[in-house]
T-cell receptor, first 114, second 115 residues
């Protein structure tokens, strides 16, 4: 089975721009979660989608949004980028709804904001 | 707000030494507990998890963890480490409150095993 894939793997954006990251879950998985990983803050949960509905949300500003499509693929959007948004963004998928179940992580998208 | 503490930021051990990595959390309600591991150049993967029942849980590669509710702890252990255990280890806690789940990770512990 193919693992979780994320595109693009690397991205450089300018402050004020917006960015969209994509995640394709493992086939059959309907839950997709997003995480931000930075050296200072560590791993932080952004949100979880299941069957195209946001089920859980972390403590991030409204500039961070997401959506899930009927094929379970998910996108994460960050508007009005700030320097502090530079991070590794990880996506994880799970067969069951909820972040309490085993999640399979992708390789991440490295976002650099200049 | 919930917090998860991993007090050891970097641990260096020789092969065959015993390992214990600490994890403490602050939430007093129902929790699910996890240890994730990230080997160099690889994706984050689940090592073990605790939902309920026996507080001593066993995971992959000989790892185990003990949930001590009174101490709000979920320490990771391995009796004899190998060079291949070199990785970064993350403790994570999910608090459940009326169907709303909140996930918090610890800051991670980097483990270096010297051959």
């Amino acid at each position: 089975k193919a693992g979780v894939t994320q595109t693009p793997r690397y991205l450089i954006k300018t402050r004020g721009q917006q960015v969209t990251l994509s995640c394709s879950p493992i086939s059959g998985h309907r839950s997709v979660s997003w995480y931000q990983q930075t050296p200072g803050q560590g791993l932080q949960f952004l949100f979880e989608y299941f069957s195209e509905t946001q089920r859980n949300k972390g403590n991030f500003p409204g500039r961070f949004s997401g959506r899930q499509f009927s094929n379970s693929r998910s996108e994460m959007n960050v508007s009005t980028l700030e320097l502090g948004d530079s991070a590794l963004y990880l996506c994880a998928s799970s067969y069951r709804a909820g972040i309490s179940y085993e999640q399979y992580f992708g390789p991440g998208t490295r976002l650099t904001v200049t | 707000a919930q917090s998860v503490s991993q007090h050891n930021h970097h641990v260096i051990l020789s092969e065959a030494a015993s390992l214990e990595l600490g994890c403490n959390y602050s939430y007093g309600g129902t929790v699910n507990l996890f240890w994730y591991v990230q080997y160099p150049g690889q994706h984050l993967q689940l090592l073990l998890k605790y939902f309920s029942g026996d507080p001593l849980v066993k995971g992959i590669k000989g790892f185990e963890a003990e949930f001590i509710k009174s101490k709000f702890s979920f320490n990771l252990r391995k009796p004899s480490v190998q060079w291949s255990d070199t990785a970064e280890y993350f403790c994570a806690v999910v608090e459940s409150n009326f169907g709303n789940e909140k996930l918090t990770f610890g800051t991670g512990t980097r483990l270096t095993i010297i051959p």
